[in-house]
C-alpha cells in the first residue's frame, strides 16, 4: 500500500532551517507531483509548493518564494522541503503529499515544526 | 486574485443535506477539489474534478461548479461528515494552487 513517512517534530530557532523528509513507499516515486502544505494549530490549510519527482521541477507559492526548496533522492523514494528564515508564523504542521491531480492523493502524517527562541 | 473564500461554519440537520462554497476568480477556468480533515488528522480528498469521487468516498458527496463559485454538497448528512471542508484550485498563473480559507460543518 501507499505510504508516505515524514522525519519527527523539529524546533528551531528564528532564522535558522529546517529540512522536513518525506519517505514514498508501495509506489514509484518518480510518477506522482510531490505537494508540501502546511497548517499552523486551529489555522487553515496552506499550499507551499509541487515539486516533480522525475524532472526535479517545482513551483512554489509566491509567499514562500526564496525562503522555500524542495528536492528529492530517487535512489531513495525521498522527497525534501527546507524552510528557511524560519519565523515564529512559520510554527505549523508540514505535511506532503503524492498527487496527480486527479484521484491520487496521499498524504504524509504531518511534521511539526516550532519555531522559538 | 488566487483567493479562495469560503463560509467560516455551517450547521446542518442529521439526514439533511448541506452546500459549502467556494468562490474565487480562478475558478471561472478551473475546477476545484475539496477535502475534509477531521480532528488530529491529514486532509482526505473527497471530489475532484467535474464531480468524481475517489475510490471509499460515499456518494452523498457532490461537486458542482457555476461561474466563480464551486460548490461541495453533502446529501444526507451523517455524524462522521462533522468536519472542516477545503476547497483547492489552480490559481490564475495555472502552475501553482491555494487553499481555500475552509468551512467547519457541524452536524446536529
Known amino acids: 500500500q501507499v505510504q508516505l513517512v515524514q522525519s519527527g517534530a523539529e524546533v528551531k530557532k528564528p532564522g535558522a532551517s529546517v529540512k522536513v523528509s518525506c519517505k514514498a513507499s508501495g509506489y514509484t516515486f518518480t510518477i506522482y507531483d510531490i505537494n508540501w502544505v502546511r497548517q499552523a494549530t486551529g489555522q487553515g490549510l496552506e499550499w507551499m509548493g509541487w515539486m516533480n519527482p522525475n524532472s526535479g521541477s517545482t513551483g512554489y507559492a509566491q509567499r514562500f518564494q526564496g525562503r522555500v526548496t524542495m528536492t528529492r533522492n530517487t535512489s531513495t523514494s525521498t522527497a525534501y522541503m527546507e524552510l528557511s528564515s524560519l519565523r515564529s508564523e512559520d510554527t505549523a504542521v508540514y505535511y506532503c503529499?503524492?498527487?496527480?491531480?486527479?484521484?491520487?492523493?496521499?498524504w504524509g502524517q504531518g511534521t511539526l515544526v516550532t519555531v522559538s527562541s | 486574485s488566487s483567493e479562495l473564500t469560503q463560509d467560516p461554519a455551517v450547521s446542518v440537520a442529521l439526514g439533511q443535506a448541506v452546500r459549502i462554497t467556494c468562490q474565487g476568480d480562478s475558478l471561472r477556468s478551473y475546477y476545484a477539489s475539496w477535502y475534509q480533515q477531521k480532528p488530529g488528522q491529514a486532509p482526505v480528498l473527497v471530489i475532484y474534478?467535474?464531480?468524481n469521487r475517489p475510490s471509499g468516498i460515499p456518494d452523498r458527496f457532490s461537486g458542482s461548479k457555476s461561474g466563480n463559485t464551486a460548490s461541495l454538497t453533502i446529501t444526507g448528512a451523517q455524524a462522521e461528515d462533522e468536519a472542516d471542508y477545503y476547497c483547492k484550485s489552480r490559481d490564475s498563473s495555472g502552475d501553482l494552487f491555494v487553499f481555500g480559507t475552509g468551512t467547519r460543518v457541524t452536524v446536529l
Open positions: 503529499a503524492s498527487v496527480d491531480y486527479g484521484d491520487i492523493d496521499y
Open positions: 474534478g467535474k464531480n
